[in-house]
């Protein structure tokens, strides 16, 4: 089983207001991990990366417990618990300017 989600590479979005620009996507923990490795170049060392399970974890105890950012690779989600069953998410990222 993989740790590695396989993302089609998504481009920045210029926003108006506090951000110069925005990234955003989806995928799918498998069961059983406790972490993932999504990648994506446009990550920095202060992006502000928000990550929302969209679906049952299938146990109560587990959610997103850290982001951690690799700058210009990608970005590693870690679960506080193993997943009772595959869940999906988004994630947002934005960079600060």
Same mark, same amino acid.
């Given at each position: 089983?993989?740790? +590695? =989600?396989?993302? $089609?590479? &998504? =481009?920045?979005?210029? +926003?108006?207001?506090?951000?110069?620009?925005? $990234?955003?996507?989806?995928?799918? @923990?498998?069961?059983? =991990? %406790? /972490? @993932? *490795? +999504?990648?994506? $170049?446009?990550? $920095? %060392? #202060?992006? /502000?990366?928000?990550? *929302?399970l969209t679906g049952s974890p299938g146990n109560?105890?587990?959610? +997103? /417990?850290?982001?951690?950012?690799?700058?210009?690779?990608? &970005?590693?989600? /870690?679960?506080?618990?193993?997943?009772?069953?595959?869940?999906? &998410? %988004?994630?947002?990222?934005? #960079?600060?300017?």
């Amino acid at each position: 089983m993989s740790n +590695v =989600l396989d993302l $089609t590479p &998504f =481009l920045p979005v210029k +926003v108006e207001g506090k951000t110069a620009f925005a $990234t955003a996507g989806n995928g799918v @923990i498998q069961a059983g =991990l %406790s /972490h @993932i *490795t +999504v990648p994506e $170049t446009h990550v $920095t %060392s #202060e992006s /502000h990366i928000t990550v *929302t399970l969209t679906g049952s974890p299938g146990n109560k105890a587990a959610a +997103v /417990h850290r982001i951690e950012r690799i700058a210009g690779v990608d &970005f590693v989600i /870690h679960i506080s618990k193993k997943l009772a069953r595959r869940a999906p &998410f %988004s994630y947002l990222i934005v #960079e600060p300017i």
